[in-house]
């Protein structure tokens, strides 16, 4: 059996729209099929053009959701929910891309911060804020090998992990905020 | 070539603000279905609705509890259709978005069309 034109569109865009809560999905296709009935009952061409005028599947889904990720995330979304739903507009936005790259910047040194942590808790005689190497003048994290020497010395002591607690929580903050405020943003700007 | 191109990303610019008022400005005079909707608005041209970009538009005024919607039975044997109209809080953005508008066009025209 082939499928009518209507209905092959409907279905491929049914698929796009997974994510969608189903009676939100459900009213959607509603009406796509409403409009597309009305456009063939006008003439056959009309439909094609019609079809054509959608634009694909895929673009015509993604209008709703790209808002509609976004939207929920910023309801109450976990941080990764707001990460992805910026992202996915990266592709098609230059100021998501940029704001994408942004935030997982800040989420990548609080995650180095969190490491530094572990490694304290692993090998504290290793891990520290050094300064003094002249390779590697500045460097906050574990010296790997034989450990640290007399080139170099610990600026943080006992108080690194404090430090890069506050550090890393921080950056997870501004990360944060910087991902929520890029989400209002993208949606004030359709 | 360039300038074909400046122009067009400027009147895009410009098509941006000009949907949403130009839905809730149609639903003023009653209630409509999207198409109906789509025909009356691009059939003044120029004001960058689409027939891929009005129905994510209706949905988002929808959600955002400006319009309100309502499926009726299918006229005729035909697909049932969902009807749109302004909800109070739209009605009311949309006489603020009118004053604004005037006074936009108002002031614009007035430095665009002066004659030295």
Redesign the interface.
Known sequence: MTQSPIDAYVSRVERYLNDLPAPERE??L??????L???S?ESETALDV?LK???SPE??AR??LD?DVL?RALAGGSPADLLLGVLRQATSRVGAFVGFAAVSLFYLFALSCFGVILLDLINPEATGLWVGDEMDPFFFGMIAGTGPDETVRDLAGIWLIPIALAAGTAFTVCGLALSRWIARRLLKS? | MQDTEALSSWKSQLRKGAAELAVLAYLDRGEA???EILQAITASGELGV????I??LL??LE?SGKIKAR?TDAPDG?????YYALSSEGQDLLSRMRDSWRAFANALTRIVEAKS
């Open positions: 009213d959607i509603a009406e796509l099929r409403s409009h009935y009305e456009r009952q019609s005028a959608l634009g673009e015509f209008q709703y808002d939207r359709k | 279905y999207g198409l689409s027939e891929g970009s129905y994510p949905k988002r959600k499926w035909g697909a049932p259709r969902k």
